[in-house]
């Protein structure tokens, strides 16, 4: 999942546009599960001042609005975020409407009934496409008062340089690209050590405990246990 993130760590922003309320709530319901921050607007207008305030990262839009059509407030989500992804929902049996959308700058649609998964699935390649992944590319990663430089390999906290070796390095890589996200002692094996360890999931206590002498000595703790469940690293 860590690909759903801005390069300041926070959530992508997905802006969903749907008059019927409750499929719009289903479809928000879906992408927070899947890590993203949601908001809906159920009219033309309101979905276009909510993309000024929210600056959406990729908008999910009904064809078929109360007061406008997506068609416009495609036009005028253009007009504020040329690149932002647009994902429009059409009624199964319009051809011209799927056509028309793709004519005029969508990138991509969805048939109703629709499956959430085959929704979910394209907004990720889009974002991706998108350069979404730029929090990938983005050398450094910042948390809090914790920054790593991915090219460099330097490692602040506040004012004060740490030093890590490299496996201490890629565990706090890992953390810091899924901020606020519990990740489980088997996914960090996977992840760091690529391989798994026969159940030897000490290790990765283990080298979280290194972490913390480095990371956390005398300052406000960012590595947190929970218990059962695995390691969070949040300001």
Request: charged share 30%.
């Amino acid at each position: 999942m860590d690909d759903l993130i801005r390069p300041d760590g926070s959530p992508l922003r997905v802006l969903v546009v749907d008059d019927e309320q409750n499929i719009a709530e289903l479809i928000s319901m879906a992408l927070r599960y899947e890590g993203f921050e949601t908001q809906q607007a159920h009219t033309g207008s309101r979905a276009v001042a909510a993309a000024k305030d929210f600056r959406p990262d990729a908008v999910v839009l009904d064809m078929m609005l109360p007061d406008f059509d997506g068609l416009e407030v495609l036009r005028r989500l253009r007009g504020l975020t040329p690149d932002v992804p647009v994902v429009f929902l059409t009624a199964r049996d319009s051809v011209e409407d799927r056509v028309a959308g793709l004519t005029a700058g969508g990138d991509d649609y969805v048939t109703k009934p629709f499956s959430l998964e085959e929704l979910v699935a394209r907004l990720r390649g889009l974002l991706r496409r998108a350069g979404a992944r730029a929090a990938r590319e983005e050398p450094v990663l910042t948390v809090g008062d914790l920054t790593l430089d991915e090219d460099s390999r330097e490692v602040r906290r506040g004012a004060d340089e740490i030093t890590l070796t490299a496996t201490e390095f890629e565990l706090l890589r890992f953390l810091m690209r899924n901020p606020r996200r519990v990740l489980s002692k088997a996914q960090i094996l996977d992840r760091v050590w690529n391989y798994d360890f026969g159940g030897q999931a000490n290790v990765v206590e283990l080298y979280i405990s290194y972490l913390r002498k480095k990371i956390d000595a005398g300052r406000p703790p960012m590595i947190h246990t929970m218990r059962g469940a695995g390691y969070v690293l949040k300001p």
